[in-house]
């Protein structure tokens, strides 16, 4: 699995540390919170046993902490 994801990586121009299983998950995770998926339903999907490691994926940062921010105002 971990070649085929590597391969199907690089026919997509994807490099560097997130062009990997871990990376692609990763991905998936911030992806469904930045769509508005609940984090307790996010952790039943990524199977997490608890919700501190769900939670790092609602983490903002850069642009998505500012743009959260604009939406309180």
Request: overall charge positive; charged content about 20%; proline content about 3%.
């Amino acid at each position: 699995a971990y070649r085929w994801i590597k391969r199907v990586m690089e026919k997509a121009d994807i490099t560097g540390p997130q062009a990997s299983p871990k990376g692609l998950r990763h991905g998936y995770g911030i992806h469904a919170v930045r769509s508005g998926v609940q984090l307790h339903m996010l952790q039943k999907w990524m199977g997490h046993a608890s919700m501190t490691t769900t939670a790092i994926y609602a983490n903002a940062v850069g642009d998505e902490e500012l743009e959260i921010a604009d939406r309180m105002w």
